[in-house]
């Protein structure tokens, strides 16, 4: 059973940065494609980022496009979420989560249903 612990929250002016991680562990990291979500106060949880289990390919909602950045550390069974330009708007518990491929286009890793294991979330708050 795989399992996921998201570290790096925090607290940020607008304009800041934090950089998010999600260590994993239980079964082979590289096997599995990645997504980070999020989940603001009385939201519903909603796509961020996710990337292919080489790394080689990448989507973004429009709404952190230009902003965050999602990589990825096999060897250390890692993946990461760079945020830059935080705006208050992006204050959400982010979550990362692991799915093990194939996963058909950007409109299944939108979807929270496609992954299969989830963290706990680490929360982001970003003041104006």
């Known amino acids: 059973q795989v399992q996921l612990v998201e570290s790096g929250g925090g607290w940020v002016q607008a304009g800041g940065s934090l950089r998010l991680s999600c260590a994993a562990s239980?079964?082979?990291?590289?096997?599995?494609?990645m997504g980070w979500f999020r989940q603001g106060p009385g939201k519903e949880r909603e796509f961020v980022a996710s990337?292919?289990?080489?790394?080689?390919?990448?989507y973004y909602a429009d709404s952190v496009k230009g902003r965050f950045t999602i990589s990825r550390d096999n060897a250390k069974s890692t993946v990461y979420l760079q945020m830059n330009s935080l705006k208050p708007e992006d204050t959400a518990v982010y979550y990362c989560?692991?799915?093990?491929?194939?996963?058909?286009?950007?409109?299944?890793?939108?979807?929270?249903?496609?992954?299969?294991?989830w963290g706990q979330g680490t929360q982001v708050t970003v003041s104006s």
């Open positions: 239980g079964r082979t990291f590289s096997n599995d494609d």
């Open positions: 989560a692991a799915v093990r491929p194939p996963v058909f286009g950007m409109s299944y890793y939108m979807r929270p249903g496609t992954f299969d294991t």
């Open positions: 990337i292919s289990r080489s790394g080689g390919s990448t």
